[in-house]
């Protein structure tokens, strides 16, 4: 893996971002920093710029004002191969072309290794197993990708992406359709990715108490903007709940593993004070 840090050792931030879609804004004057080696995740509600903000940081969109760096450099000015080396993107959507192999697809990961002097080598043998491996999808090697459960294929798409072999993983919203089995899977072994490997993290994700679990650096949004940062135990509170994402709550710590657990408050039923119907007058 590629490993070039900055002068204030943050290799991937984002400068005074402006972000959107056509004539649509979503961000303005947008700054944030993915602290080297930490599991970042990004947390909204729907419709606040998350993917958004993980898109222009991946350079699949580009800012219309600001700068986002990697390595201390404007990312857009990389060439795209360069890029691929130092960063890896698991899409909201991925779809695989037919009748791919398992092993085919993961292989496909060490494109950004690949030119006209140095074709396919014994060090991208070793990835891709490395990379599978990591993944428990060694033995789904020859079944094609389109046969596999969600699980599987989510696991897959992730070897591929490891078998980039980059220190910075982006992933939007890796546990979308998954049960919620699978979706404790694929985030025990991106942690496991964090913690056994000391890739950095960033991750998009929609449940707050996965998010609070999982993440070392927490960025919670709303409007486009950052609401607060930092790490969940110190930022997570029912007032930054229902400020984000206007939930009352209670927060109390998760029995398993101790950071914050959101306890959503329970419906609250409006009693009628009609008065009671009147009954029929007793036969005489």
């Known amino acids: 893996m590629t490993d070039t840090a900055t002068d204030g050792g943050v290799r991937l931030r984002g400068e005074e971002l402006s972000l959107g879609y056509d004539a649509r804004a979503v961000s303005h004057d947008l700054t944030v920093e993915i602290p080297d080696g930490s599991f970042t995740v990004i947390v909204g509600p729907n419709a606040c710029g998350k993917s958004t903000l993980l898109r222009a940081l991946a350079r699949m969109l580009k800012p ?5 760096l990697l390595d201390g450099g404007p990312i857009q000015s990389l060439p795209s191969k360069e890029v691929a080396r130092r960063l890896g993107l698991l899409p909201q959507s991925s779809i695989a072309p037919d009748a791919i192999t398992v092993a085919d697809l993961v292989a496909r990961g ?4 690949q030119g006209l002097l140095r074709q396919w080598s014994r060090e991208d043998e070793r990835a891709v197993a490395a ?15 389109d046969e596999l459960s969600g699980g599987q294929r989510q696991r897959v798409w992730l070897a591929m992406v490891l078998a980039q072999e980059t220190p910075i993983v982006l992933l939007d919203e890796p546990t979308t359709f998954l049960d919620i089995a699978h979706q404790i899977e694929v985030l025990d072994l991106c942690a496991e990715l964090h913690q056994d490997q000391g890739r950095t993290l960033v991750a998009v994700l929609h449940d707050l108490n996965h998010a609070c679990r999982y993440a070392t650096h927490l960025i919670a949004m709303r409007d486009g903007a950052v609401v607060a940062e930092g790490d969940p135990s110190q930022i997570v509170d029912a007032e930054l709940v229902e400020r984000v994402f206007g939930l009352r709550c209670r927060v109390i710590p998760d029995p398993e593993t101790g950071t914050p657990l959101i306890v959503p408050a329970a419906r609250q039923r409006q009693r009628e004070h009609a008065p009671a119907p009147s009954l029929p007058a007793a036969a005489t």
């Open 64 to 68: 219309s004002v600001g700068t986002v």
């Open 110 to 113: 060490r494109y950004p290794h």
């Open 131 to 145: 990379a599978m491996a990591s993944t428990d999808v060694t033995e789904l090697a020859s079944r094609a990708v």
